[in-house]
């Protein structure tokens, strides 16, 4: 089950409500914290996943498309079912792209780049939130790759 439409119905109809019912009996987990991880596990799902080696290949003017926009060039660098298709060199490939294009955007509107110590402070008030972002990237990521191990 290889295709955008399993990967995207086994995730965000198996995985993520499994996934939510063990972050609520398991581990103390906030609503906020239950917005973002779920928030980001369907991005990841429907806009970043491992398959953006094949991004170019969406069609521009759609929804999918236009949210696909920061890995168009990505494409252009990773070749289908290569690195991108790894458990961990994958999500963390596709994190740096996208800090990356954010970085390129604060400098196009700032003319700047923030301080290490602006990153740090944004780090340490943000920690726990950016540490579950991570995770609910990896997940999905590895949901994914599940899939893509069934025939």
Known sequence: MS?????TL????VALPLLIAVGVYFFTSSNEELLVFSG???YT?????PDMDVANKIKLLSVRGILSIPFRLYAYFFRHRGISHSVLFGSLTRILWLLGCAAGIFF????SL????TLYKFYYLHRDLIHLTVLAIVLADLCHLLLDLKK
């Open 3 to 7: 295709n955008y439409r399993g990967h």
């Open 40 to 42: 980001v596990f369907t």
């Open 45 to 49: 799902t429907l806009f970043m996943s």
């Open 114 to 117: 923030p301080t290490q110590k």
């Open 10 to 13: 086994f995730n965000l109809c």
């Open 108 to 111: 196009l509107v700032y003319s």
